[in-house]
């Protein structure tokens, strides 16, 4: 590990400013209190694809054996990443599943890593803490009946057979805007969830803030 440890935070929602992001911000505030250097990525600023199943990262010698050989706004991001010592990753559920944005780079970030050999070892060349943090609208009680733990747990076995151990970090019934009378959302109660989002998100920030502040295990 080099003398001042690199952590890198995603933002995988394309809202600026809202839950998602300000999750993995504090995290990240929290591993710089424990003196690391840190980088946050809002991913929607980046223009990129999912995996084109080229398989130059898997080429016998070849010069991209175990790094994507795609060029576009997620290689230097991949690059910075194989080179850092922890990863923190957000995301908010849309329909199910994390953004497209997100699912888009996690099949560049791992795929590359994949390997067909019996041995099954992966291509990355250390053991890196990834920390995952969700957003969404169900509460919390709903999350195992309607499938997420599942998911959730799927994402935490794809990284940590890849990349490192993975923790997960679930924020539940966020506040979605600042005027529900707009739109048509007449399900939720919008005074509610503005207090929610008084009450109970600080605690969900204090959650992110000792995650990244325990990534390094210091």
Not at 121 to 148: H, Q
């Amino acid at each position: 590990m080099r003398q001042t440890a690199k952590i890198i935070g995603i933002n995988g929602s394309p809202r600026k400013g809202w839950s998602t992001h300000v999750l993995v911000e504090e995290a990240l505030k929290g591993a710089a209190t424990e003196g690391a250097e840190t980088e946050l990525v809002n991913l929607y600023d980046l223009q990129f694809k999912g995996c084109i199943s080229c398989f130059e990262c898997k080429r016998k010698a070849g010069p991209s054996l175990g790094r994507c050989a795609v060029k576009d706004d997620i290689k230097p991001l991949l690059d910075r990443i194989d080179a850092c010592d922890g990863l923190i990753l957000g995301s908010p559920i849309y329909v199910g599943e994390v953004t497209a944005s997100v699912r888009a780079f996690i099949e560049r970030l791992t795929f590359q890593y994949i390997t067909y050999r019996k041995d099954r070892k992966s291509f990355f060349p250390r053991r890196i803490p990834v920390k995952l943090i969700y957003t969404m609208n169900i509460p919390a009680s709903a999350v195992e009946p309607n499938g997420y733990g599942v998911k959730f747990r799927f994402y935490e076995d794809l990284f940590a057979r890849l990349i490192g151990p993975a923790e997960t970090l679930l924020s539940t019934e966020t506040w979605q805007t600042t005027d529900y009378g707009k739109y048509e959302m007449t399900m939720f109660d919008g005074d509610e969830r503005k207090k929610r989002r008084e009450t109970v998100f600080p605690e969900d920030k204090r959650k992110a803030f000792e995650m990244g502040a325990g990534i390094l295990g210091r």
